[in-house]
């Protein structure tokens, strides 16, 4: 069964950091691309970051970039997301996602299937 599990979500300030972390099972890693999509209260889900499975290209929506940043460890099954200087239009559930996308570019990312529960982020003072 395709899985992942998302952590490290939490309440933080404005401008503070967050480092959230999935784990996936079921599926050979290795071979896929990952991302992490967030849904806002009242708002659709939308993909944030992607990752290829080579690490070869990484993708970020304009809003997030160089803020979040996206990492994987293979041997652990794990994705990571290192979110600095958090606004409070980060505020969002995040999850991970998993595809056989290709690279990792605009035309894409949105193709990654989320398979966790999700951890909630809430920025605020």
């Known amino acids: 069964q395709l899985q992942f599990v998302e952590s490290g979500g939490g309440l933080v300030q404005p401008g503070g950091s967050l480092r959230l972390s999935c784990v996936g099972s079921g599926f050979p890693f290795d071979f896929y691309a990952v991302g992490w999509f967030r849904q806002a209260p009242g708002k659709e889900r939308e993909g944030v970051a992607c990752l290829s499975n080579r690490e070869a290209s990484t993708y970020y929506i304009d809003s997030v970039k160089g803020r979040f940043t996206i990492s994987r460890d293979n041997a652990k099954k794990m994705v990571y997301l290192q979110m600095n200087s958090l606004k409070s239009e980060d505020t969002a559930v995040y999850y991970c996602?998993?595809?056989?996308?290709?690279?990792?570019?605009?035309?894409?990312?949105?193709?990654?299937?989320?398979w966790g529960q999700g951890t909630p982020v809430t920025v605020s003072s």
């Open positions: 996602a998993a595809g056989l996308i290709g690279l990792c570019q605009e035309s894409t990312y949105r193709l990654l299937e989320v």
